[in-house]
């Protein structure tokens, strides 16, 4: 009987001490996300959508990532689109001695609604990617690539705090992002982006919105995380090739 009490005894102490090896660790970041995003509609219910994002760590000193993306959006009304695009990604290395950048292609379908009760605003998008992301090996490219797919899902509530329309809207939301693969064993949870700041209309055809954003995000390690403290400053531009109005649609383009 001592002798079984011995073996629990190693075998519990055993795993945890594997548990503490595993212990989850966060790496804090301070971040600037800029970008701007376009809608231009060029009929009655077809558009072009164009999106440019820059995220720098360290504030503004290292580089995070530049994104580009492209597409097509289907407008049966002010409320709902359908955007069906391409995207590509420079994402920097986290190795501090690597110079490498690693490319990300991806294709994307999204579907958006916006509602809207007496001075609140709400939007909600869901959007599938497929990526495809470049392997870096000893700060060179492998020629092997890693292929998810990722679900996200944002919504996002932007309320008056004033009648008077030259004061800005507060915004509070949220998007939480899911991706599965092959690879995916540890981390079918991504990321999670939490978003608090105001958005404010240029003209009728430019805006911003300016804030904090918190980026939760789990690594393939599965213990391992980055919490992103992020200042982000977003433009946006609605126009039309049209004589008629810019869209109403409103474009929510995170990268």
Request: proline content about 3%; charged content about 20%; hydrophobic content about 35%.
């Amino acid at each position: 009987m001592k002798t079984n009490f011995i073996r629990i005894l190693i075998f519990l102490l055993s795993l945890n001490a594997f548990g503490q090896a595993q212990e989850k660790e966060i790496n804090q970041q301070l971040q600037t996300w800029v970008s701007i995003n376009t809608v231009t509609k060029f009929a009655d219910h077809w558009g072009v959508i164009g999106d440019f994002h820059i995220r720098r760590n360290d504030f503004v000193s290292d580089p995070s990532f530049y994104f580009i993306r492209g597409g097509i959006s289907y407008i049966p009304n002010s409320n709902i689109s359908l955007n069906l695009g391409y995207a590509h990604m420079w994402l920097a290395p986290s190795n501090p001695d690597w110079n490498t950048f690693s490319d990300e292609n991806r294709i994307y379908q999204q579907a958006q609604l916006n509602t809207k009760f007496g001075n609140l605003s709400i939007l909600q998008r869901l959007r599938n990617e497929q990526r495809w992301q470049e392997k870096i090996v000893n700060d060179r490219s492998s020629g092997d690539w890693r292929f998810t797919n990722r679900i996200r899902y944002l919504m996002s509530f932007t309320f008056r705090i004033s009648d008077k329309k030259s004061w800005p809207q507060m915004v509070l939301s949220d998007e939480i992002l899911l991706h599965f693969g092959e690879e995916v064993v540890y981390n079918t949870f991504d990321q999670n982006r939490f978003f608090i700041g105001i958005r404010k209309n240029i003209n009728p055809k430019w805006s911003y919105d300016f804030g904090y954003m918190n980026v939760y995000q789990q690594k393939y390690s599965g213990y391992q995380y980055d919490m992103n403290h992020t200042i982000r400053l977003f433009f946006y531009l609605n126009t039309s090739i049209r004589k008629k109005a810019p869209s109403e649609i409103e474009n929510s383009g995170d990268e």
